[in-house]
């Protein structure tokens, strides 16, 4: 590995090549700002940014220790994952003049809302028009899933400026879905700049939390699932039937949104690598979670992720690069004083 020590000593063995590619790069980000983050972005505009939503998440966390740091990671990632990282996903309807994110249907067992309008109160209280709602939620997310460890997982770079839009159309295209197949989920992440590697990995996030059954009944029942010769063949058998038992009979089962079931059984509630040994058993509970064993280059990546330190190391990079999709940054978008409406 080639390690320059200097600048000087860096450019001039840059190969041509090399600087095309740094270009292409450089336009494919244009309008991403993602570089313009930094750590302790707040330390001078409101130093008690990143202590207040600290308090009030670990506050939240250890009255709800089980549900909550999933209801949080998941929202970073569905914020993440539409208009960028931009605390889209917190606007109501009513603040944008139609459906917003959150009234799309992927987003109906999302949570965590009241979490984050606690920060802003307090932020807005201590110092008011400074700390945006995008890196609210983003520091929240680290936070709740840090907890558990009594350190911080990642750390969480600063600077996003909130968006003036949300869509439902926009949440239910730009998000993945529970039945996609690899192919899918490999453009869904490479829309965003994130590769089959980022992918394997975040969908790691699968270590805590719950689902509903409608989001995986199609794979429990003959007839009703893309494979209608029968239940889906790569679901351990043993777990189908654990499945079934909690969810009901088919057809009735995918309808059945009032159910949840742990993503990760064995280690539901730690954020642990347990969730790639479960899927190299079978027990990746969403035909997007069985797909990662589909393509070679992603099966070939979730022995080593059964390792918790190899995983925990690899989560922080990924996550990271997450929290750096399509962020606002400058002078783009606001910093909104209430985070479920646009200022007037
Ligand atoms: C790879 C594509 C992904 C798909 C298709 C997907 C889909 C889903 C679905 C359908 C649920 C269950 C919702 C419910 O029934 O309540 C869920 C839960 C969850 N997802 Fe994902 N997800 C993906 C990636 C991610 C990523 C990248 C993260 C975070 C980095 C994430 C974090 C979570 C968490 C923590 C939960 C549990 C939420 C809770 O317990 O309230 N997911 N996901
Ligand atoms: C659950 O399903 C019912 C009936 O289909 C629907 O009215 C309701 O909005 C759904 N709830 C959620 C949280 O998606
Ligand atoms: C993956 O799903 C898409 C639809 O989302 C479909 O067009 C494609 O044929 C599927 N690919 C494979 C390999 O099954
Ligand atoms: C938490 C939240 O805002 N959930 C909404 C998600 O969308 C459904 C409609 O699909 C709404 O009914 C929920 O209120």
Redesign the pocket.
Known sequence: MMRPTTSSSWMPSVSSAALFAATLVLLAGAGCDGALLKAHFYRHSCPAAEAVVRDIVAARVAADPAALPAKLLRLFFHDCFVRGCDASVLLDSAAVGGAAEKDA?PN??LGGYDVIDTAKAVLEAVCPGTVSCADIVALAARDAVSLQFGRDLWDVQLGRRDGVASRASEALAGLPSPSDNFTALEANFGAKGLDVKDLVILSGAHTIGVA?C?TFAARLSSGSGPNSGGADPTLNAAYAAQLRARCGPAPAAA?N??TAVAMDPGSPARFDAHYFVNLKLGRGLFTSDAALLTDRRAAGMIHRLTKQGYFLQEFRNAVRKMGRVGVLTGEQGEIRRNCRAVNT
């Open positions: 249907a109906a067992s509903h409608n309808s949104n009032a």
